[in-house]
């Protein structure tokens, strides 16, 4: 990617080594994935997993530890995609009547405390709608290339892109209708909404993509075959398959492989919101 000349956010909270107790609960994001799947093996429910809850306050993360001066690249680099995101979304969200606020973006090591309760680097990165902050653990794209095989470094701008993308929800009033319909659902049917709701944030980090590359021709070759290997990696019945050896997709919550390559490329090629339409009839007929 050619990101370093790009403009760097003002939005980045640098929590990492800031010492918290160690979290019980646990959120949605790329690795929260693995996370669910344990508590089902482990006898657990995965819908009880729960990141709506406020728990006050902003809070404090890390573990305490010096911070990694190897991730300081890491850093510098998730400032200019949470910049470059800033630049793209408030025009697209204002043809829908919507103002775009920017997020913050909290960097963390091992724990942080966030408007949604406590984390930990585990369950990977997610997005806080009670204080719309993306939690980020640096670490988690080390866990990306070596655990999930999916290197390089537009495959970890689509993470960003993605929880951006929740982001992008909530200022829409997605993210609220979701959480209020899965409410009055249990079990498969809670699940399937909230594999839609994860296939549309796919979708937006394609749209994120899509008009960074038409207006500041930030993508490299190779760029967009790294996102969707990222997008097919942390697939869920490819990480069930993996930590089970079976695949079970009633319990899916985030879409298989191939519907999150089916998302994040559609949004890539067409970008629009029209486009991304994930709850409708017709576009759960046509990908399942």
């Not at 405390?113 to 719309?132: K, L």
């Amino acid at each position: 990617m050619n990101w370093q000349g790009g403009r760097r956010s003002t939005n980045v909270e640098d929590r990492r080594g800031m010492g918290v107790g160690r979290p019980l609960a646990v959120g949605g994001g790329a690795a929260g994935i693995v996370v669910a799947l344990l508590v089902m093996l482990l006898g657990g429910d995965p819908s009880s997993i729960d990141t709506t809850s406020p728990s006050g306050g902003d809070g404090v993360g890390g573990s305490g530890r010096p911070v990694d001066p190897a991730q300081e690249q890491l850093k510098d680099f998730v400032s200019v995609i949470l910049a470059d995101t800033e630049d793209t979304w408030p025009a697209l969200l204002e043809a829908q009547g919507v103002q775009y606020t920017n997020p913050r973006l909290v960097i963390f090591s091992d724990a942080v405390e966030s408007g949604c309760g406590m984390g930990e680097s585990a369950m990977g990165p997610f997005y806080c709608p009670m204080d719309q902050r993306v939690y980020l653990d640096l670490s988690f794209f080390n866990e990306l290339d070596r655990r999930f095989g999916a290197p390089g470094d537009f495959a970890e701008a689509y993470v960003v892109a993605h929880e951006v993308g929740h982001h992008v929800q909530n200022l829409l009033g997605i993210s609220e209708r979701v959480h209020s319909m899965r409410g009055r659902m249990r079990g498969a049917d809670s699940n399937a909404l909230s594999v839609l709701q994860e296939l549309q944030a796919d979708c937006f980090a394609g749209i994120w993509a899509h008009h960074a590359q038409r207006q500041r021709n930030i993508l490299e070759q190779g760029d967009v075959e790294e996102g969707l290997a990222a997008a097919s990696a942390i697939g869920d019945d490819t990480l069930q398959r993996q930590a089970q050896g079976r695949v079970v997709p009633e319990s899916f919550t985030h879409g298989s492989s191939e519907q999150r390559v089916y998302w994040f490329r559609r949004g890539l090629e067409q970008g629009t919101l029209e486009a991304c339409d994930t709850f409708s009839a017709e576009s759960q007929g046509r990908r399942r």
